[in-house]
């Protein structure tokens, strides 16, 4: 697993906001992801998904090291994630040289508390959660799929916002509508 060394909200200086992060750009192998079982199904909007991920891959490689300690034998250490048996040499996290992993943000809306400490609240559960919600619990249709020379565009539905968001949503909306009247 890659992970972003710099981004500009920090401005470039190295030091990250906090040591597990992952975000930006991410790179993972593909018997990785689906050891993970892949994304959460759960965040919408922006935030929380990348820690979300990063949580839940920072829970396997403590799996790996524990079994690798239990079973030092052997170089390669097989367990049963998702009903997937892998064997594993270890699931590393690396960060490349500064010069090649310098990105911009992309300018977004700050959350507001509320919804900081929902995102928060799921990414604390995602080493509990990441064997039920992913990819196997994803429904999707595709619309789509436009092959260009460079990258194929694939335009997918994941159907309705969950109840859960679009009643916080609706809350956030009636609060923040009454804090302009006061205002």
Same mark, same amino acid.
Request: proline share 4%; aromatic share 12%.
């Given at each position: 697993? &890659?992970?972003?060394? =710099?981004?500009?909200?920090?401005?470039?200086?190295?030091?990250? @906001?906090?040591?597990?992060? $992952? #975000?930006?750009?991410?790179?993972?192998?593909?018997?990785?992801?689906? %050891?993970?079982? !892949?994304?959460? +199904? %759960?965040?919408? !909007?922006?935030?929380?998904?990348?820690?979300?991920?990063?949580?839940?891959? /920072?829970? %396997?490689?403590?799996?790996?090291? +524990?079994?690798?300690? /239990?079973?030092?034998?052997?170089?390669?250490? =097989?367990?049963?994630?998702? +009903?997937?048996?892998?064997?594993?040499?270890?699931? @590393?996290?690396?960060?490349?040289? =500064?010069?090649?992993?310098?990105?911009?943000?992309?300018? *977004?809306?700050?959350? &507001? @508390?509320?919804? *900081?400490?929902?995102? %928060?609240?799921? $990414? *604390?559960?995602? /080493?509990?959660?990441?064997?039920?919600? #992913?990819?196997?619990?994803?429904?999707?249709?595709?619309?789509?799929?436009?092959?260009? &020379?460079?990258?194929?565009?694939?335009? $997918?539905?994941? !159907?309705?916002?969950? =109840?859960? $968001?679009?009643?916080?949503?609706?809350?956030?909306?009636?609060?923040?509508? /009454? +804090? &302009?009247?006061?205002?």
């Amino acid at each position: 697993m &890659k992970i972003i060394s =710099e981004f500009d909200k920090v401005s470039f200086t190295r030091l990250l @906001p906090y040591h597990k992060l $992952v #975000g930006g750009v991410f790179n993972i192998r593909p018997d990785h992801y689906l %050891l993970v079982n !892949g994304y959460s +199904n %759960l965040f919408w !909007g922006w935030g929380g998904e990348d820690d979300d991920m990063g949580y839940s891959y /920072q829970h %396997l490689i403590d799996i790996s090291k +524990n079994l690798s300690i /239990q079973n030092s034998s052997s170089l390669w250490v =097989e367990f049963v994630v998702n +009903n997937y048996i892998l064997e594993q040499v270890g699931l @590393p996290i690396t960060r490349p040289p =500064e010069r090649l992993a310098r990105y911009t943000m992309v300018k *977004h809306v700050k959350r &507001k @508390p509320l919804a *900081h400490a929902v995102r %928060l609240k799921l $990414v *604390h559960t995602s /080493q509990k959660r990441y064997r039920a919600d #992913g990819l196997n619990t994803l429904k999707y249709e595709v619309f789509r799929v436009d092959t260009e &020379k460079l990258y194929t565009r694939i335009l $997918v539905g994941v !159907g309705d916002m969950p =109840e859960y $968001v679009r009643s916080f949503e609706v809350s956030r909306r009636s609060t923040s509508s /009454q +804090n &302009k009247r006061w205002k």
